[in-house]
Every structure is written in C-alpha cells, then in structure tokens.
C-alpha cells in the first residue's frame, strides 16, 4: 500500500529525525530520568512506522538495510554477553557495576555496565517490533 | 579435575573433532584416529592394574553442584577396573574391526566414531561414578548413544523401530531407576554408593527400602535385557555389526549386572533382592536359551543368547547375595562361589560373545546373509572364521579346553548350592538351569555345523564368498586366543581381579577377615557338575540331530500373545488415547484456547481467594478521589461497553486505543512517567499493528453467534473481571509481608542510577528483564516463521 501524500511525506522527513534523536536521548537518559532502553527501542520503533506507512517497504529497506531478525538476536546477545562479564571479576551473573570518569567535552561523566545491557533491550526491541511489522506487511493473502 | 576424570572427557571431547577429521582427510580411514583414544585409556587403566596384588581403591573427587550434593567423584576398585578394561579393551579391538567392516566411501564414518565416543565416554562414567545421580546421567547417555547408533541405517524401517523400542524400554527402566536413587538419598542423606553402603543398616529402616530396591531393579533389568524387557535387544541388532558386538553384547547390556554388583552391599542381606534377581535371571536364561534356538537370523540368535547368557549372570549374582543374608551367615562363603562364578562368566561373555558377533559380522559382510537356511558348507572356503566361531561357540556352551567350561562348572556348582544349602525344593533351580544349557549347547552346535557343514549353496548368496581380509579377522583372533588363554591360565585374574571384585560386592560376607581366596581349577574330579555337562553334551547332540521333530512346540503359544505384540498394541494404543485427548481440546479456535485460559483463572485464582477466605476490603488507606479520576474512570468504563457492542471492526479498535492512553493518563496521574511513556509508546505501535492485522481480515460477517456460546462468554467475561477486581482490592487491604520498596530506595548508591524504575529494570532484577527480551525476541522469530514459512515445507510435498 503506498500513499503519496506530500505533506505526510514532507513532515515524516522531519519527524523522523526528531524522533531518532530523541529515542537515542531517551535510551541514555534512562540511568537517571525517565526512560530506558524499553522505552527508547519502543519510540525508535514508531519512528520506522511512521517511514513505512508513509513510504513503501522497499523504500524504507534501501535506506534503512538493516535485518531485524539479526538486530533482535544481537541485542539479547548484548545483554547476555554484559551478564557474563561479571564472571571475570568473580561476582554472580548480571552483576551491574558503575563508575566516574573525567571525559573530554563531557567533564565528569558515570559509565555504567547496566547502559551496555540496556543497549541490548534497546536492540532486542526494536529488532522484535519491526521483524512483526514488517513480516505481517509483507504477508500476501 | 585429575587424570581418571579426564580419562572419562576424552571421548567427549573427541566427538566434534571427528567429523572434523573425516571432513579433511580422506585418505586413512578415520577409525585409525579413533583407535588411538580407547588404545591409550586402555594403557592408563591398565596400568592400575598388577599382577601381584590387588587394586587399593582409588577415590577422587571433583564438586559439581555442592548445593545438591553432585560431585564428580570417581571410585576405580577392582569391580570397575574390570569394566573399564572391558570397555576399553573390546573397544579397541571393535574400533579395529570397523575399519575393515565400515566401508569408507559409502558410510557416514564420521557419524558413527563420534556416536561411539559418546557411547564409550558414557560407560566409562557410569562405571566410575561414586555419585548416584552423576551414575543415571552417564547411564542415560548410554541409552541415548545406543538409540542413536541403532539407528545409524535410519533410512531403514526396522532400524528405526528397533532404536525406538530399545529407548523406550532402557529409558522408562531409567526412570524408575532414579525414582529409587531418590529415595535413597532420603532415607540417607546421600548420593555416594560409599556412604550408603557404610549406612546400609539405617537406609534399610526406610519404609520405602523395598519399593526403592524394585525400582532400581527395573532400571537394570530393562537395561540387561531381563525378561521380560528382554524383546528390545533382538531388535537392537538391526545395529551395524561392530556396534552390536560392542553394545548389545559386551558393554552396555553389562551395565545392568554392573549396578546389580555394585549395589549389591546395600540391597543384598535382604531375601526380595536374592529372590527378584535369581527368579528373573532364571526365566530369563530360560527363554533365551528356547528362542534361539529356532532363530534362522544368526545375529538374532547371538541376540537371544546374550539374553540368556546376562540371564545366567544374573541368577549367579542373586544366589551370591545369599552370602549376605544374617540367616545363613555360617555358610556365607560357599555362596561367594556362586559371585566369583557371576564375574568370571561375565569376563568370559564379554570375550566370546564379541569374538562371535565380529565372526557373524564377517560371514554377513563376505557372504551377503545372514540366515541359516541360506549358509551351509563354508568351511572350506573360510577356513579361519570355521576355527574362530568353533572356539567362541565352544566356549558359550561350556565345553573344554575354552574358558566357558570353566565358569560354566562354577555355575552349575552355585546353583546346585541352592538346593544343597538350602531347601531341597531349591533342586528347581539347577534342574531349570540343566535344561537352558541343553538349548545352549545346541544353539552353539546350529551356529557351527549349519553355517559351516552341510551342502553350499552358492546360488543362494548375494555374493561369491571367500575368507575375510586379515585386518578384520585380528580383532576375533585376539578374543579366541584370550578364550584359550584364560581356560589354561585362569588364574592369572582369579587373585587380582576376580577376588577382589567379589570382595567389593559382598564386603560384609568378609568383614570378619576370614581367609578365602579364589582358586580356579580345570579338574575337580568326576563330581555333579561334570556330569551335567557330560548330560549336555549327550541330550544336546540329540536334540540338535532331531530337532525338526520338535519345532512344533513353539507353536503352542500363538504370536498374537507374545510379549513384542503386546509391546506394538500398547505403544499403537496409547498414540491413540493422547491424540483423542489432544483432539479433544486443540480445537483450533482462538476464542476456545483463551475461554481455557479464563476459566483456569477464574477456578485457581478466585477459587483460592473464596476457599481461603482472602478476601479483605479495607478502604482506610485510600487517598480521596478527584473528580477527574472519576470521569477518566467512568470514560474507561464506557469505552469497554460500547465496544462489546460495536459492529464495526476500525471502531473497536479505536475504542481499545482509547482504553489504553487512559491508562497512560493515569499513570501520569499517579506520577510514573516511565510506565506513562511506556503506555503510550505501546498504545501508538499496536494501534499500528491492529491496523495491518485489520487489512488481512474478512469484515465482519452477518453470522449470529449462537446465544448458548455468548452466554457462556459472558459468564466467563463477568466472572475474570469479578476475580481481577477482589484480587486487587485484597492486594489493597493486605499487609502480610514487609514491602521489598525500601530496598530499591537506595537505588542511587547501589546502582548510581537516579531513575528507581530504570535501576529496577537492568540492574537489580537485570535476570528477569534479560529473561523477558529473551521471551521477546522468541515470539518474533515466531511469528516470523508462522509468516514467512509457513508455505515452505508444501513445496517439498
């Protein structure tokens, strides 16, 4: 089904960005505001849903060639792969560390373990929501 | 981990590297590799063993799950030394065997290597093992090995019938097995066969002891091929040859008279264990013995009397166990005998039973056949097999100068005890045992005078027969030269392993340090025993001269009443019976499945609720109600209405959308903005899913649902939100527990996150969260694979 409606299309341009930046902010805003690799995943998600309703599949496929299937799998592995870290400082499966650290530009900033594993989340979701969409879409009668 | 563990490792570990080794080299057959794994465990457990002077059991120990009492803890005494040489030592040899057996061009090789390792790796563990439970899972890869090489010509119907039934048979008996481990450790404490000997007495108080001993009893009588779950094991020879040699007769179908042996300290003082084991081992002898005589399969014929002979093994060990029993205390040692002649006899099986499957698997690889009625006349042409299958067929039936004849003597010496010992009406059993051997005896004279006397019919064989190539005929020369050696020699093991090993199995028979030793010897005089099988030897030629005259007693038992059809219309029976189950409720239909789910809800949860008198209504705490809670409320409440209502499929929908962002306004409300946004983000994606489901669906048709089904969903409908609503209103009014939210508080100094819900989620609950996108990312393949595949298998039909 492809609609060619210009506003639609002019806006989601737009939008999209918007939307992209912000689910990123949220993702890593999570640690101390409201948010989290769930929410960010699920917003990064609507992004893509707007570009496939407003554009086709294929469309969205050449500018965005990402497998979902593999971006979903990738992300538990993620997670998955933080849990296990903890076995090399001899502490139980997930044990979440954190520190501070003096970067460039960004001054005293905390590095947490938990952010790579909500990076997985971020990952599992988007790839899970999208392979559903997109599978469902692409399902000739 | 120490050197004995990793003598158990190795053949694991050697299994990805097989294929390997198939893969890339294809020049030298990839047995040559394999042999070197049981050749080296053979060296490394022969070097525990000496000539002059018994093994000092030898204990370590390695813990595997502390918590559940799981070590790893191996226990090599003279008992296992002699399996895991038995093991090792014919699976050299039978590795050998399959080099010349196993075509390389036409075998999948690197399949059938790895299978074995697997197996070999297995047995070697459930004969180390100290640890009960650590004992049934090595035990139960052995089942799953055999399963798999059974069936290695899968493409044939009765390889994969045969390789079933031997599972179900072996695995179910493995069960039942390890229901009786578990009761043991109850009643002790335990899992350490070392400690429950030594604790013996006080398991044996347990008011399970006897139900624990019948279920370890069927776990080894399923897997030894006792009657009468013996019928699997001629279906295990649809197995390739060298497999059959090596499980089905020398190993695996040993692992049960193994555990009967070794847990024989525990179980043996008392009379339903000697009873059980003699009375099965008996009748088991017995069939065994009559069946295989009127087999024209050869290989189903060495099946049957493997039966018999474990069957033989079997009732020696029971008669042992009397040794144990308080009552006959002051003649314990005589019954020794009998478990000296069990050991022996098993040594002497393993040797000339896998000494005539590797002859039966050269007559079937040089002639194309293996019936009877087409073989005859072969000793010219395979001269060497004639003498080898002479000696091995000799030994089974107990004739000298082999070394059957001699645990053949000490067999009848432990069951003439019985009835010298004890009652005289105990004179059943040897008689019993008299008469298999007269059908041992003639099996033995079919296995060599039809196969290799008689009128050749070349025209009848597939191929031009003519003797085996020397590299096959190494391995059963060795075995038929160690069946010679052992008659002369006898012993050379009598003092270091046989003596021992009976030790170990009747440690208590001994604990007052009487001196006993173990003295074989060929010549006892002319006494009993000799006579019976000078009796055999008379009665069996003539048995076996006029035996067409007496083929017809078979029939008196019609086929419709044997054990195989019953074993066929039970399994027939019971796919039956679960598919009417299954039928019976797998509808199909969407609305049914989640009426089930509903109706479990309302019983399990709100039936607990009403039973326990849970019920509390306590509005004490409760904050004062706005008004626009109220009108959000009443706005939810209308929604839900009009779309039980509604006729129209887009209006539904967007009436659910509306449900769900006043959920998400009253998270705002209620000040959870990360379930707020989380609500939201949800609600906008599946609105969008619902609207692509929606494209796929047929509009709502005219159909009327019938009124009975929209009463019983309504009944269902009130009753889940009457449940859901008292649920919640309790989880209000109780206050059983201290609440766990105080813990999270810290959530800034434990996690260094600010945000408690984010903290929650990836750090102190990380499992659950990594748990639920695992849950995730499942569902997706799923519905990926409902969707893209589901026209992918239609194509191949």
């Known amino acids: 089904m492809k609609f060619t409606d210009v506003f639609l299309q002019t806006s989601t341009k737009i939008l999209v960005f918007i939307i992209m930046t912000f689910s990123i902010f949220i993702l890593f805003a999570g640690h101390h505001n409201p948010g989290g690799g769930f929410i960010g995943g699920l917003i990064t998600s609507s992004a893509l849903v707007l570009l496939y309703i407003t554009f086709d599949l294929q469309t969205v496929r050449d500018i965005i060639p990402v497998d979902f299937n593999q971006l979903a799998a990738g992300g538990v592995i993620v997670s998955v792969l933080t849990g296990t870290a903890s076995f090399l ?53 | 981990m120490t050197l004995l563990h990793m003598a158990i490792l190795i053949p694991f570990f050697s299994v990805p590297l097989i294929p390997l080794l198939y893969k890339y080299v294809h ?81 999948k090789l690197h399949l059938f290597y790895a299978y074995l390792m697997l197996f070999m790796g297995a047995m070697l563990g459930s004969v180390l093992s100290d640890n009960l439970l650590v004992l049934y899972a090595f035990w139960e890869l052995t089942s799953v090995s055999s399963f ?74 399923t897997k030894s091929a006792q009657f009468p779950f013996h019928i699997w094991l001629p279906d295990a020879m649809e197995a390739p040859t060298p497999i059959s040699a090596y499980l089905h007769s020398a190993t695996m179908v040993k692992a049960g008279v193994y555990l009967v042996a070794r847990l024989t ?35 189903a014929l060495l099946a049957f009397s493997t039966i018999s002979q474990i069957g033989l093994i079997m009732t020696l060990l ?55 009625r087409r073989l005859g006349g072969l000793i010219h042409i395979m001269p060497v097999s004639f003498t080898l299958t002479l000696i091995g067929a000799f030994s089974m039936a107990g004739l000298p100068p082999f070394s059957g004849f001699l645990s053949k003597e000490m067999f009848f010496s432990g069951v003439l005890m019985t009835s010298r010992n004890l009652d005289s009406w105990f004179i059943v059993i040897p008689i019993i045992a008299w008469i298999a051997s007269i059908f041992t005896f003639v099996y033995c004279m079919i296995l060599i005078f039809k196969v290799f006397t008689g009128p050749y019919q070349p025209k009848r064989l597939d191929r031009k027969p003519h003797e085996a ?36 199995i009747l440690p208590q028979a001994f604990a007052n340090g009487e001196e006993w030793h173990v003295h074989i010897s060929v010549w006892h005089g002319l006494n009993t025993e000799l006579l019976m099988t000078i009796g055999i030897v008379i009665l069996g030629t003539l048995l076996y001269k006029n035996f067409h005259k007496f083929r017809n007693m078979y029939e008196i038992i019609p086929s419709r009443f044997s054990l195989n059809q019953a074993y066929d219309s039970g399994l027939v029976g019971m796919e039956r019976i679960s598919g009417m189950i299954t039928r019976f409720y797998m509808t ?75 959920v998400s306004l009253f998270f705002v409300i209620f000040r959870a903005p990360d379930l707020a946004l989380t609500q939201l983000v949800v609600e906008t994606i ?63 100094t434990l996690a260094g996150a600010k945000n408690m819900v984010n903290a929650i989620l990836v750090d102190f609950r990380a499992f659950d969260t990594m748990l639920e996108i695992v849950v995730l990312f499942a569902a997706g393949v799923g519905i990926y694979t409902l969707i893209n595949l589901r026209h992918a298998g239609r194509k191949d039909q």
């Open chain 1, 89 to 141: 400082f001899h502490v139980p499966f997930l044990t979440q560390t954190f520190t501070y650290v003096d970067l460039p530009l960004l001054g005293n900033t905390e590095l947490a373990s938990a952010v790579i594993f909500d990076l997985g989340v971020y990952m599992t979701v988007i790839g899970t929501t999208m392979t559903i969409i997109t599978s469902i879409s692409e399902d000739e009668k």
């Open chain 2, 27 to 107: 020049q030298i057959h990839t047995g040559w590799f394999v042999m070197v794994i049981p050749a080296l465990l053979l060296i490394l457990f022969a070097s525990y063993y000496s000539m002059q002077q018994p093994l000092d059991p030898v204990i370590y120990s390695v813990p595997w799950i502390p918590s559940l009492d799981i070590h790893f803890t191996i226990y090599l005494d003279s008992l296992s030394l002699l399996f895991v040489l038995l093991i090792t030592g014919i699976g050299v040899l039978v590795v050998l065997y399959s080099i010349y057996y196993m075509s390389m061009d036409r075998e």
């Open chain 2, 148 to 221: 798999l090489l059974i069936a290695f010509w899968y493409h044939r119907k009765r390889s994969r019938y045969g390789a079933q039934k031997s599972m179900f048979i072996t695995m179910s008996g493995g069960f039942s097995m390890l229901l009786g481990f578990i009761i043991l450790y109850v009643a002790s404490g335990t899992f350490s066969i070392r400690e429950l000997i030594a604790l013996s007495d006080q398991v044996s108080q347990h008011s399970l002891f006897i139900p624990a001993m019948f279920f370890i009893l069927l776990g080894a009588f």
């Open chain 2, 265 to 299: 300290p525990i179980f043996g003082g008392h009379q339903e264990w000697f009873w059980t084991i003699t009375i099965t081992g008996l009748i088991t002898l017995f069939i065994g013995s009559l069946k295989a005589v009127r087999q024209s399969d050869l290989k």
């Open chain 2, 318 to 372: 029971g008669i042992g166990s009397i040794a144990l029993n308080s009552q006959y205390s002051g003649s314990s040692l005589l019954f020794a005998g009998a478990t000296v002649a069990a050991i022996f006899h098993l040594i002497n099986h393993s040797i000339f039973k896998g000494c005539l499957f590797m002859m039966i698997g050269i007559l079937d690889h040089e002639t194309g056949t293996r019936d009877i």
């Open chain 2, 469 to 504: 190539p020397i590299g096959m005929l190494i391995s059963p020369m060795i075995l038929a030269a160690l069946v010679v050696i052992l008659f002369f020699f006898p012993n050379w093991i009598a003092s270091t392993l046989l003596e021992p090993s009976v030790k170990a």
């Open chain 2, 588 to 662: 199909g239909s969407s609305p049914r499945y989640l009426s089930y789910l509903f109706v479990f809800l309302i019983v399990i949860v709100g039936g607990s609720l009403f039973l326990q008198d849970a019920f509390v209504l306590d509005l004490s705490d409760n904050a004062p109600i706005e008004l626009y809670e109220y009108l959000l409320g009443f706005t939810m409440v209308a929604a839900s209405i009009y779309m039980i209502f509604t006729k129209s499929r887009l209006i539904s929908i967007i009436v659910v959308s509306v449900i769900g962002y006043i």
């Open chain 2, 686 to 748: 599946s609105t969008a899913l619902f609207l692509l489901c929606f494209y796929f669906l047929p509009k709502v048709s005219k159909y009327v649902t019938p009124v009975k089904f929209r009463i019983s969903n309504a009944i269902i409908a009130v009753g889940v939100g009457l449940t859901l609503t008292l649920i919640g209103l309790t989880a209000q009014g109780h206050h059983l527990f201290v609440p766990i939210a105080e813990y999270y508080k810290d959530s800034y």
